[in-house]
């Protein structure tokens, strides 16, 4: 006959509990202080520490106050690229250096124009007609 024992292990940072068939680990499940509670707050409606964004549309505007700090990020990649292009052109800086650097502050500015287009995002109107989602054909 199999045996199955449950072990637990606490401390004040983490639970962890083991479900041991025949002396091998079936299952293990760590629970973190720092992650404790956020399942059974949705399942019981309470708040759960953080902000929501809004799915629908808001009024005022994109939120461009919220991502300042990153299209000013934006504006000094833009800005050390052309100095770089500038100091390259008049053989101040050497070429291969700066074609690296200047492949970064392209991939750097693809990746936060995300950040922008997320702020222009206005979402959907609820008084919109949403189209029906696909179905599986029969």
């Given at each position: ?98 074609l690296v650097n200047l492949a970064w502050i392209v991939f750097d500015?693809?990746?936060?124009s995300v950040i922008v287009q997320a702020a222009r995002y206005q ?16």
């Amino acid at each position: 006959m199999p045996t199955q024992d449950i072990l637990i292990n606490w401390s004040p940072q983490e639970t962890r509990v083991a479900v041991v068939e025949n002396g091998a680990v079936q299952e293990l499940h760590i629970e973190r202080t720092l992650e404790r509670g956020q399942v059974g707050n949705v399942y019981l409606g309470r708040s759960l520490g953080f902000v929501v964004t809004p799915k629908t549309r808001q009024a005022g505007g994109p939120a461009w106050g919220l991502i300042r700090p990153q299209l000013i990020a934006i504006g000094l990649l833009a800005g050390a690229g052309i100095v770089g292009v500038v100091r390259m052109a008049v053989g101040q800086a050497p070429v291969t250096p700066t074609l690296v650097n200047l492949a970064w502050i392209v991939f750097d500015l693809v990746v936060l124009s995300v950040i922008v287009q997320a702020a222009r995002y206005q979402g959907y109107d609820a008084g919109e007609v949403q189209p029906e989602p696909a179905r599986a054909l029969s």
